[in-house]
Structures are given as C-alpha cells and as structure tokens.
C-alpha cells in the first residue's frame, strides 16, 4: 500500500515538472495585449486594477516579484506565478483522476495491471489538459484565469480527499480547508465558486443513500451556498459595513473605515462565541458550519488590501475605493452595467421609465455625504419582455446579429411609444431559444470545446462565418463540408500555424471515458453525476450567467477551462476502459502498460506537437515594444488620452512598472466618465504633473453632468474656455429643464472655437519655428450631437484649461469613436497624434499633418518591434490586433511619402526598406494595406524593390481568388465581399504598375488576372 501511494506520488510530481517545464519554456517574456498589463503592475506595485480585484493573485504576484532581479522582469515573475499554478492544477489533475479511477474498480485490492491502468488514466488525462488549447493560453501569461483553476482543481481535490477520510475523527478539517480556499479563490476570480454543487454531491453520496429525492435536495442546497455567497457573503459583507460605517463617521463623528474595524471585532467575538458554546454543546454541525464562514470570511478578507492601497492614491486606482461606499460599488462592478438573466427586455423593447435612483455618497468634510443619484434600471414595456431573455443588447450590429442567430421573424406586437402606439415584431420565444442553443450555447462554447479536443481552424477571431475561428478536426471529409476544401489553399493560409488537428481523438477518449465511468456500477455512476455537475456548471452554467452578446471583444475560452477540466477527467478514464478490452487478449501490466503508451502517444502527443508552436510566446515582446513606441511617440510631460483597457494596460505596464516614460500623463477616456478618474488626473503620478481642470470636484460627482445637452443660443462659435466657464456655473440659467422636471446642464452652441496665442504656441515647442506660417489664429470645431457625456466634457475642459501649455496627443482608436471632436487639427508623430493649431483635413483613413523629421527619428531611432519578423515566432491574432499592422504600415508610407515630397528620396527608400524588413511577407502577408508603400518605392525610383513586393502581393491575392474559386456554391455568398476585396487589389496592382510604367509586370499581372476571371465565369 505504502508502495504503491509513493509511486502515485511520483508520477504525481513528474506531471507537475513536464507542464511546469512546458509552460515555463513557452511563457510570455513580458505582457501580452489585453488585461495582463494591468495584473503586472497590480502585482508588482500592489495599485489597484479594474473591478472586483483581484487581491489574491495581487499578492501572490507580489511575492513573485520580489524575486525579479530588475523592474523589467517583473513580468517574467508573474507570468512564472500563472505557469506553476497551471502545473499545480495537472498536478492535482493527474491525483483526482487517480482516485476516481480507482474507486471504478470493486477489488479492495488491484492487480498489478488495474493499478498500472489507474496510472496509465491519470498520466493520460493530465498531460492530456496540460496541452490543450484554452488552458495552455492562460498559462503562459500573467491573468487569473492559470490561479483560478489551480483553486478550482485543488477544492475539488480536497473533497475527494475528504471522501476517502470522511468516517475518521476530524474529517471535517478538510471542508474547512476547502471552505478557506473558497474565500481565497474570491480573491482571484469568482468562477471556483462552480465548483460548489459537485462538492455537495461527494458529501451526500458519502453520507446518504442515493435517492433521486437526496440527489435533487443536495444540489438545491449546494446551488444555495453558492449563491449565499456570491450574492450574501461578497456584495452583502460591505454593504453592512458601509451601513454602520456611515453611522460611526457620520454620527459619532469618527473617522473614516472605524465602523469597518469595529464589524470585523463584532463579527470575530461573536465568531469566538459561537464556537466555544457549539463546542461545549458538542453541537458539531454548528461548529463547523460557523468556521466553515469564518474561514470564508478570512479568505475574503484579502480585500482589504484593495481598501488599504487605494487609500495610498497609487497612479492605478481604479473606483478609489478607499472607503466603504466605494468598495460596495467596486465590488458591484457598477461602471460596467448589467445584464438581464431570468426575466427581462429583448432588443427593441421601448424604454417607458427609469428605475429607482440610486444614491451616490462621496467623503465630503469628514462625513458621508450624498452628492447625486444615478439612474436605476431601466424600465421596459412588460409587451416586450420575456423570461430568460438572451437577445436584450439594442446595439445596432448586436440587433444584425440575433436576426441572423435567432433566424427572427418575430410577431406583431402594439405597444406604446413616447407617447405613440406603435407596432413592433417582439422575437418569440423560439427565436430567443434559437439564438441561445446557436450562439450561445454552440458558438460561444460547444465551438471553444471542439477547439479543445477536435481542432481548430486559427486563431483569428470568428463570428460565424466559414473561414474564421471554426473547429475542424483534421480529416477533410469532415472539414470540407464547414469550413471547405482545403487543397487549393495558398500556403500561407495552408500552413498557419495556428491550425491545430486533433482527428477526434481526444473527444473519442473522452466520450468512452464517459460512458465507462457511467457504466461501472453504483460508484461508477456517482462519480459519474460528480464529474458531470463540475462539466456542467463550467461550462453550459457560465453560457448562461454571462449571456453574451455577439461582437465580443475577444474570444471568451478561457472562461470555460473548468469545463474542459472536467472533460479531461473523461478522457484519462477511457485508458481502464481501453485496458478492460485489451486485458482480454494481453493480461496483466504489459497490456496496461501498451494501452497507456498508445493513449499517450493518440492524445497527450497529437496534442503537444499540433499546439506547440502557436503556443510558443517565448520570443514575444510586441506588445510590450508597442506600448513603448506609443510612449516615445510623445513628447516631454505630453498628456496622452486612450481609448479602451486594450490601448491602455500595456501603456500603464511599461510605464509603471518598467520606467518608460513617466513624464507621461496617460488618460483612459473610456474611464473619464466617472468622478473618482476625473480627480485622479489633478494629482501628480510618477514625474507626471497635474492635468490642469476649471471644475471643483463636487461639480462632475456621479449623478452631475452625466449628459450635457446642446442648446444653440448662438449662431457663432463660442471660445472653449468661455463654454466651459457657462457650465460650470450655478446659475439657474444655465441649466434647461427636460422632460422629466430634472435640471440638466448645456452648452449654448455646438460651435467651438480656441484662440492661439501663436507666440506661445511656439515657445512651448507645439509649433516649430519654421512652422509659424502655418499656425491658425484660432482653433475650429463642431460638434454634431445632441449631447455629450461625462468624459466627453472632461476632455473639452481640460484642453481649455491646458491653454497649449503641454503637449496633447490621442491614441489611433480615438480617430474612430466619436468622442474626440478636433480630429482636424492633428500632427501625425508616430503611433499617436498630437494636438496642434494647424489645421489639416482628413483625408479618408489618413488623419493629421506630418513632421517628416519627428516621424523619422521615432519611427527609425527610437522604435523597437520586438522580433516581429522572427520566422520562428507564430504573429498570433492579438498581436496583429495590438501593432495594428494596417496603421503601422501606413505610418512607415506616409513618412515616405514626406520625405519624397522633401527630395529625400534616399530616406524614403530606407524607411520603405526598415517596413519590409520588419513585416515581411513571410510573417504578416501582403495586402492592400502595402499599397502605400509600393506607390513610395516608386515614387523614390526603387522600381525593382517594389516590383517584387507588387509580385508577392499579386501571388497572395491570386492564391486566395483560386482558393475561393474551389468552394462549394454554398459558400459563395460568404466569401463574396473578401472576394471582391482580392479583385480590387489586382486590379489597383494593374493600375499602380501601369501608371509607373512596369510594362512587363502589368501585362503578367492582367494576364494572370483575366485567366482567374475566365476561370471563376467557367
């Protein structure tokens, strides 16, 4: 017995050094694109990031960075934190499987072959997971989703470990442990909460005898604690303490947080109590129920770090919840709306009222004071609503899109409308289920679970259509009738390395794991309904409570890793289930051992050699290097407005974490909606000074000029600082009252106008002296709303109150959103544009005057691009997304272009060779965006280099028409607007060559051109 426990431990080790190795060689080196910049500088200088927080892996990163040996491997440390605790999970992965594989089995004592196929299951399952796609992502890179598994694999081990003890004195120690590391794992992520309801059913399969009846009120009380917690213990914890808080501040005159300290002393003393007389009662239900919170409570205490650092006022302190109201509404994640889950409106309901208002305090002279309200939900036509409502989103495209999923015909409904009846088509019920089953439910995780053990197309992302983001297993008959045949291809789409085959084979295993476990008898289908409940709730259980709408930022896979656990689970057990067949041809463990090897060799091993190389990120540094070109795109003590998480946490990263920069005052307009961001700005952050602003604080509290409205009073343009000075104002005149009978403030005219003092334009530096000509007496724009909203306001008084004292730019995304309104008066430097009082109308996609000699050190001297022209180096997705490959080479373009127009022809012709050089066909192909640049070697006189690239470009677009050529009719509908792309860029390559004169090259072009037309007409 001793033996065989210390083999199982071994191999438990073993598994935990191969994905410990594995992970560790292909990890992130730094940040990638999206939330983990903000993690890393959470970890590293303990700020506070978006809600709910994450202090749990905050700290832990913390200690992991203490090991870095300078700021810049700060990212190396945290990524290392997601990497071990991943290999904890397949760790703990590879011992659960063990246990519930050997309970399939009713000999109290195995032979030697059933023990070495209880190994074989866990060794298989385990190495199975540690490669598969989703869980292999978050492993490599400083998120939450690598600790919040290890909590989730680690609970759920713990309850088997309970199982096996449960009958022995001071079992119960291990539902308290269990209970702690639920309370921790809030402080990572709230999906380790799911895994509640399968603990519930090992307690009450150990402690009862199964009835269905038992069965139903197990999972009813576990789905209780679960929600006890979620919705009782997390939001209802400081919504008491800022009850009694608000009490003890602002009727005992103490400060602020007292009433925080004296909850917790109450709650600990009654805590004390309790134990001590359940115990002398020798009430033992009660005792451990009441540690069993306490525990909970503990581990759920770690958010008061978050309360602690945002009192500091670090650069990063998101919500400023530093006191109990603010942590109530951080916790809430208030800022980021909510979402209808049981009853609710679909699309187009009409809007009949708001809701209750909600209060808004803010710490106003040393007391809780309330300074506004914010609307409450939203009210809706009862007509148009529906239980389980999962079409509710009345987004424009979102409304295209249940109309495709849904396939919506709806059915006449009258209701009434700002005061008109009206008749709307309500979706029925089968169509909100349709959408469901469809999107959901198949797009958003039956697609993400095929990824995982079936294949994967690439890695770009999809909403639906054939050639994009689908599942495919490698065997074309299959394939060809989803996403077409493959054979005609061009190799670069042929060969990309982020289609990744499977040939069913793990989902084979999985599915005769499955069905073994079910069928092996009592304990076989307990485990059963155990291993199902956790397959369940992360999974189908976590479509349901996200209802996602469609167009989702990124693709949503990591969410459901627990899910793909669970089937992992499935997929070791198949090897008993292989070896009870072959145990009848080869006995004993040499058929153990065969069925093991080959298991190993059909799913860990196709899965490790098809993922790796799109999984490798360990010579990633764009995103970093990006966000350090955007920086060094500014100048000295610029204030730099963002737009969205995306643009913003890698900028945060490099600046607060690796010094870049930190004359810098990064604004994230997104943000700028809120008051606690808005007076964020008036401090100093890191060597960053002020951004000046006209407001008192008490002016743009939540619930204060959260929409300013437009009344043309003037017919001329009013000077910005003057508008801002109107609103501003108290004066009763200044408001308007709407409908409602509420009184909102507006502005007197969408015409605006700044007037330049040119002398200071120049001594700051905004114009250069040879510029001067150029420089406009005043600054025009228009805004064409009807409204404005918080942020909006905060930008258009803050560039009145800057009066052209520092440098202002704005990120690329800020040409796009509407909520920047002087788009006309921009200087392209680099990654960003700079506000200055000349004047250059956009043109098409190009916005922003350029300064050939700015744009020519940055781009050539000061930027860096993080082996992107690596061949070895998959340029996955999100990194195409976060260089923006487009932007990036119309940048290089139209420096070329200035330079031309200069006579510097020789410059123009190195920057167009720098573009090539980094972005090579080879790692990010050609496409119209090249076109630029082609015109510039050209224009330069370097015929024969552009030549060669309008050579390439033509071979790409040829390559894809006869691809597309080779598709069944089907799918000609899909690949009509790309095709039509493909046929525009030859026919602008025909154009281009024939306006330069490339005779012979125009003629092969067309040539090759009017075959393709012949061809696609047969």
Partial sequence: MQHTKLINNILGWIVFVIAAVTYLVTMEPTVSWWDCGEFITSAFKLEVGHPPGAPTFMILGRIFTLFAPDPTKAAVMVNSLSALASAGTIMILYWTIVHLARKLFAEEQLSAGEQMAVWGSGLVGALAFTFTDSFWFSAVEGEVYALSSFFTAVVFWAILKWETVADQKHSNRWLILIAYLVGLSIGVHLLNLLAIPAIGLVYYFKKYEFSWKGVISALIASMGILLGIQYGIIPGLPHIAFVIDRIFVNGFGLPFNSGIIFMFVLMAAAAVWGLRYTRNRRMVVWNTAITIVMVIIIGYSSFGLIVIRASANPPMNQNAPDNAFS????????????????????????????????????????????????????????????????????????????????????????????????????????????????????????????????????????????????????????????????????????????????????????????????????????????????????????VVYLNQNPYQPRERDYAYAGSFYAFAIWIGLAVPALYSIVRKVLKGTPGAVLVTALSLVLVPGILASQNWDDHDRSGKYMTRDYAKNYLESCAPNAILFTYGDNDTFPLWYVQEVEGVRPDIKIINISYLGMDWYIYQQQFTTNDAPPVPFTFSRDKYYMGRMDAILFQERFKESVELSDAMEFLGSDDVRTKVKVTSGEMIDYLPSKDFHITVDKQKVLETGTVKPENANLIADRVEFSINKSMIGKSEMAVLNMIAANNWERPIYIDHSLLYTGNVHFLDWLQFEGLAYRFVPIKTQRQGIMSGRIDSDILYDNVMNKFVWGNVNDPNIHMDEYNRKQINIMQTRYMFARLAEALIQKGEKEKAVEVIDRLFELFPNEAIPYTYDSFPAVEQYYRAGASDKANEVVRIMAQNSLGILNYYASLPERLAAAIESDQDTEMRNLRNLIVITRNYKQEELNKEIDDQLQALIAKLSS
């Fill in 327 to 542: 942590l109530v509404r951080y916790l809430n994640r208030e800022q980021y709306g909510d979402r209808p889950l049981f009853y609710g409106p679909y699309y187009n309901a009409p809007r009949i009222a708001n809701g209750e208002p909600k209060d808004q305090y803010n710490k106003v002279d040393g007391k809780y004071k309330m300074t506004g309200s914010m609307p409450g939900s939203l009210v809706y036509d009862k007509k148009m609503e529906t239980i389980f409502p999962r079409m509710y989103s009345s987004t424009d495209n979102h409304v295209r899109a249940y109309k495709d999923w849904g396939r919506i015909k709806g059915t006449p409904v009258r209701v009434r409308e700002r005061g008109e009846v009206k008749t709307l088509m309500k979706p029925t019920f089968t169509e909100n289920l349709r959408f469901f089953f469809s999107y959901q439910l198949g797009h958003m995780y039956m697609r993400y679970f095929m990824w995982n053990f079936v294949g994967r197309q690439n890695d770009v992302q999809g909403h639906g259509e054939f050639s994009n983001g689908n599942w495919v297993s490698g065997i074309e008959a299959f394939d060809k009738v989803k996403v077409g045949p493959r054979a005609e291809m061009p190799d670069f789409m042929k060969n990309d390395a982020s289609r990744n085959v499977y040939y069913f084979l793990p989902l084979l295993f999985g599915l005769i794991g499955m069905f073994y476990q079910y069928n092996q008898g009592k304990k076989g289908k307990e485990t059963f309904a155990v291993t199902m409940m956790l397959f369940v709730l992360t999974g189908i259980a976590i």
